[in-house]
């Protein structure tokens, strides 16, 4: 089976620089994984923390099941992510250096279970922002102008 995406976070490829990408599982609730299926998430925001050795996502909102009687889950609540121990400590030593975090990019379903691809990421500054945005430009006129010339 492929992979279903459930949302992505553009934010955070404007914010900041990727290093590098893994995929993690996430522990979740019945009602959670229904709202997944819906479509009801977010992941804007949200970051990494190690605490206690153990890896857990903050500020992902996902919204309460619609159909959910009162054991519906809370929306923000803070949900641990599945890694290896190796992949953890690594993680952890890297985001003590300056500037680094964890960021969520995407989340989406493999195999019928839940995966998050998190990225180490380096924080942009207003210039590279800049800076990628002009690029983003010339390149967006560069197929225009292509795009008008081959249709003539």
């Known amino acids: 089976m492929g992979e279903k995406l459930i949302c992505n976070n553009k934010k955070a490829y404007h914010d900041y620089f990727i290093e590098e990408k893994m995929e993690a599982g996430l522990v979740l609730l019945g009602t959670e994984v229904k709202s997944l299926r819906a479509g009801k998430a977010n992941l804007n925001d949200s970051f990494m923390l190690v605490r206690d050795g153990e890896a857990f996502l903050h500020n992902l909102h996902i919204s309460p099941y619609e159909f959910g009687n009162r054991q519906n889950h809370q929306a923000d609540r803070n949900r641990k992510l599945l890694l290896h121990r190796k992949q953890i400590d690594r993680l952890y030593g890297r985001i003590r250096e300056q500037g680094y975090s964890?960021?969520?990019?995407?989340?989406?379903?493999?195999?019928?279970?839940?995966?998050?691809?998190?990225?180490?990421?380096?924080?942009?500054?207003l210039y590279d922002k800049?800076?990628?945005?002009?690029?983003?430009d010339s390149q967006r006129e560069?197929?225009?102008?292509l795009k008008s010339k081959n249709r003539e």
């Open 130 to 136: 800049r800076e990628d945005m002009k690029k983003k």
């Open 102 to 125: 964890i960021v969520p990019l995407r989340m989406y379903f493999k195999d019928g279970l839940v995966k998050v691809e998190i990225g180490l990421a380096k924080g942009k500054k």
């Open 142 to 145: 560069l197929s225009q102008a």
